[in-house]
Structures are given as C-alpha cells and as structure tokens.
C-alpha cells in the first residue's frame, strides 16, 4: 500500500462532498445556511456527483482497509471487519437519499460514524506497538473530533426535535438553531474521520523509511 491509496480514501468523499453542495447552494435549493450533507443529496446534479461520488469513496475505503491488514498474521482481524463495516455504510448512505430513505439513510450514517471511530480506535492501537510517531498523535485529535462531533449531533437533534414540534426530518424547521448545531456537528465529526485516514499517509512513509533503512547499501 502506498500513501496515494490512502490519500485517495480521503480526498474523493471530501471533493464529492464539497461539490455535491456547492451546486446545492448555488442553484438555491439549500433551505439553510448551514444544511446536513445529506442534505446535498437532492433531486437534480449534485444528487449524481454524491451518490456516484461516495459510492466510488466507498468502495475505494474498503480497498484501503483491505490493503492495510493483507500482511497482517491474522487477515480476518477485527479491524478489517469493522473498516469494510463502516466503508459498506458509505455505499448504502451514498444509495439511500435521505428524503426517500430516511430511515436506512440514518442507519447508514449511524454505522458510518460508529464503525469509523471504532476503525480508527483499532488502527491507533495497533499502531501505538510500533512507538509513538505524528500520525499516531494526529489520529488521537481526530479520534476525539469525531467523538465530540457525534455527541454534540444527538445533542443537537435532540433538543431540536423536542423543543420545537415543527421541526422533522429531512428538511422541515432546519433552519432551527439547535439544528443549526447538529450539522456543524456532523461536520466535526466526518472532517475528524477524513482526518484520522490522512493521519495513515504518514505511518505509511514512516513504515517505507524504516524499510528503506534496513536494505544496505551498495559500497
């Protein structure tokens, strides 16, 4: 595995999904400022760019998590699981809009966010056997942006959804603060995912480094 097949299982869901709602804004279909990003999953083209977009992330993710445990004594770890888990979700997410499949969409997500952590739990542990290095410390931080993320997003729907009777999902009342509040959660907490796989381009040129100086040299 090289650090492109790790930059890529980041880079493509973040360009389909700041693509997927740019066009949302601009065409004026955002019924907010701040909007979940689910919520670029809206009849019309940017539909397409985050359907296809994170269906190829995905599956692109899965391959990742594959290549990561292939020389591991154990293939079948629980940390291949739980990645192929959390890239599955985003292939059924990317395929179940949220405003004709609301309730396997918030599953999908759900298992997203929570296999995700768990993953990235799991890739922290292993690496931590090999000695302390940037990547492990970077991950740290972005283990505990998705944790406070996922909190402050049930906080946020929570209150949301029980202080004001007009609010409901996907669209009605998102304009709400308390709602205002969930969606910058998801926020933090996806940009904390995308952050703990980059985190992985660098135990990936630390490993290569450490490779390179056991080879000796020609005299």
């Known amino acids: 595995m090289n650090r492109w097949t790790v930059r890529l299982a980041w880079i493509l869901p973040l360009a389909s999904v700041l693509t997927a709602m740019a066009v949302h804004h601009f065409r004026g279909a955002a019924n907010a400022p701040i909007i979940f990003i689910s919520q670029a999953d809206y009849p019309g083209p940017e539909s397409l760019m985050f359907t296809l977009g994170l269906t190829v992330s995905g599956v692109w993710q899965g391959w990742t998590v594959w290549s990561m445990t292939a020389r591991e004594p154990r ?42 952590w768990v993953w990235l739990w799991l890739v922290q542990r292993r690496s931590r056997g090999f000695g302390a290095s940037k990547g492990a410390a970077q991950r740290q931080m972005a283990l505990w942006c998705v944790g406070i993320g996922f909190v402050m997003q049930f906080v946020g729907v929570a209150v949301a959804l029980n202080v004001d009777a007009t609010v409901t999902l996907p669209t009605e009342g998102v304009g709400h603060p308390w709602w205002s509040v969930a969606a910058l959660a998801e926020y933090l907490l996806v940009a904390g995912l995308w952050w703990g796989i980059a985190t992985m381009e660098l135990d990936v040129a630390r490993s290569r480094e450490g490779s390179e100086a056991e080879i000796p040299s020609a005299s």
């Open 75 to 116: 293939p079948w770890s629980l940390e291949r699981l739980v990645g192929l888990l959390a890239a599955f979700c985003v292939v059924v997410m990317a395929n179940r809009s949220m405003y004709s499949h609301l309730d396997a969409h918030i599953l999908a997500a759900t298992g997203i966010f929570l296999f995700g």
